[in-house]
T-cell receptor
Framework: GAVVSQHPSWVICKSGTSVKIECRSL??????MFWYRQFPKQSLMLMATSNEGSKATYEQGVEKDKFLINHASLTLSTLTVTSAHPEDSSFYIC????????????FGPGTRLTVT | AQKVTQAQTEISVVEKEDVTLDCVYE???????LFWYKQPPSGELVFLIR??????QNEISGRYSWNFQKSTSSFNFTITASQVVDSAVYFC??????????????FGIGTKLQVIP
């Protein structure tokens, strides 16, 4: 149980275009999901906290107009990178919060974005 | 603000050696959770352990063991008789509870472990 999927697993897009990444909790409902970014050989950095039915909470330094997050249902959160630039190339990982009080996050397999 | 320090960026050991990965954390919360994750080359994070701040009991799971010491704010991870399959980046992480029941997880920079056959 507690499986989180991401789609696509990798994507290449041209500079200036937008790309959407989906994060789904397959066998549980997640009121809270998280989006992380990981640059090569670096740690995971939290970008935003996504709450079902409400606006996402962005970390300091993350442009909310560039990284659009929509948590439309209890099993799906999407991250849209708008007007992508080569510096947005990174590994994007989502996670979903499990049962209340357990503080355990279930991570998706990640999406590798390359902007050319 | 919370902080997680993994002072060892890269470690190389010969297969069958024991290896300890260090993790030191900072937090002002009295209630928090500590985690260890493994990230193999494929990139997917693998959950290894979660420990809450009120449980200082050490844990052993097969070849893995964890030593949690609140007095030194450390949560070290030991792999006994290392194997090539243990080669990966290992992240220590700290979760604090924020108001409203939300949590925020801070990851350490990671320790890259290479086990040489």
């Amino acid at each position: 149980g507690a499986v989180v999927s991401q789609h696509p697993s990798w994507v290449i897009c041209k500079s200036g275009t937008s790309v959407k990444i989906e994060c789904r909790s397959l066998d549980f409902q997640a009121t809270t999901m998280f989006w992380y970014r990981q640059f090569p050989k670096q740690s995971l950095m939290l970008m935003a906290t996504s709450n079902e039915g409400s606006k996402a909470t962005y970390e300091q330094g993350v442009e909310k107009d560039k990284f659009l997050i929509n948590h439309a249902s209890l099993t799906l959160s999407t991250l849209t990178v708008t007007s992508a630039h080569p510096e947005d190339s990174s590994f994007y990982i989502c996670s979903a919060l499990g049962l209340a009080g357990t503080y355990e996050q279930y991570f998706g397999p990640g999406t590798r974005l390359t902007v050319t | 603000a919370q902080k997680v320090t993994q002072a060892q960026t890269e470690i190389s050991v010969v297969e069958k050696e024991d290896v300890t990965l260090d993790c030191v954390y900072e937090t002002r919360d009295t209630t928090y959770y500590l985690f260890w994750y493994k990230q193999p080359p494929s990139g997917e994070l693998v959950f290894l352990i979660r420990r809450n701040s009120f449980d200082e009991q050490n844990e052993i799971s097969g070849r893995y063991s964890w030593n949690f010491q609140k007095s030194t704010s450390s949560f070290n991870f030991t792999i006994t008789a290392s194997q090539v399959v243990d080669s990966a980046v290992y992240f220590c992480a700290l979760s604090e509870a924020l108001s409203g029941g939300y949590q925020k997880v801070t990851f350490g920079i990671g320790t890259k472990l290479q086990v040489i056959p």
